[in-house]
Structure formats: structure tokens, C-alpha cells
């Protein structure tokens, strides 16, 4: 079993920036997948980024640009760097690991955090 934690998460206003962090612990292999997903109230969670053991980074489109996903293999700990935030980037930002190199789909990550809230006031 892989422990995953997210913190970081908080309350800005339209155009801050803010950093997530996530932890992992337990039954983590450096060479784990790891990736950074949203779900906002009534949808499907949303793949942001994901960043192989060896720094090779993945984008969604929407995000492309105005986000940075780093890790610190050290730590056991991946970051997501937000930039230029909107309101309707308000969702729990959740933090999986996996095997699936650069996997886009919730069913790619096999361990989950328990989120972090992310608000952004208008």
C-alpha cells in the first residue's frame, strides 16, 4: 500500500499563484508514475500533469503553460506549481501514483491522497 498526502491547498483570489505538494510513503517505489488530477462539484475528475522518475512531464491542454509539475525523488515528493489561477480551477486537487507511463486516465494510478481544496474567488 502507497500512502499519498497532499497539502498546500487554500483560499486565493483569480490570477494568484499557489503550490501543492504531495508526499508518499509506504509501499512507494521511486519509479512510480506520478500525476496530479481535479474534480470539481458534479464532474469527473481531470488529469493535469503527470512526471516520470525521471522528470519526463505530461500537460493537459488546459492547463499547458500555467502549470509546472516537479518532483524530488529524494523527498518522495511531487509538486504542482499553479500559475495565473481562475475561478473555475476551484476543485479538491488530488495526488496518484502508478505504473502506467504518462497515463491520462483515473484507471492508469493505482494509489489516491485525500485531496486538497483549491479556491479561487473572483
Known amino acids: 500500500q502507497v500512502q499519498l498526502v497532499e497539502s498546500g491547498g487554500g483560499l486565493v483570489q483569480a490570477g494568484d499563484s499557489l503550490s501543492l505538494s504531495c508526499a508518499a510513503s509506504g509501499r512507494y517505489f521511486s519509479r512510480h508514475v506520478l500525476a496530479w488530477f481535479r474534480q470539481a462539484p458534479g464532474k469527473t475528475r481531470e488529469f493535469l500533469s503527470s512526471i516520470s522518475w525521471r522528470e519526463h512531464a505530461d500537460y493537459a491542454s488546459s492547463v499547458e503553460g500555467r502549470f509546472i509539475i516537479s518532483r524530488d525523488n529524494v523527498k518522495n515528493t511531487t509538486y504542482l506549481q499553479m500559475n495565473n489561477l481562475k475561478p473555475e480551477n476551484t476543485a479538491v486537487y488530488y495526488c496518484?501514483?502508478?505504473?502506467?507511463?504518462?497515463?491520462?486516465?483515473?484507471?492508469?494510478?493505482?494509489?489516491w491522497g485525500q485531496g486538497t481544496q483549491v479556491s479561487v474567488s473572483s
Open positions: 496518484p501514483a502508478g505504473w502506467t507511463s504518462l497515463g491520462r486516465n483515473v484507471a492508469d494510478y493505482d494509489y
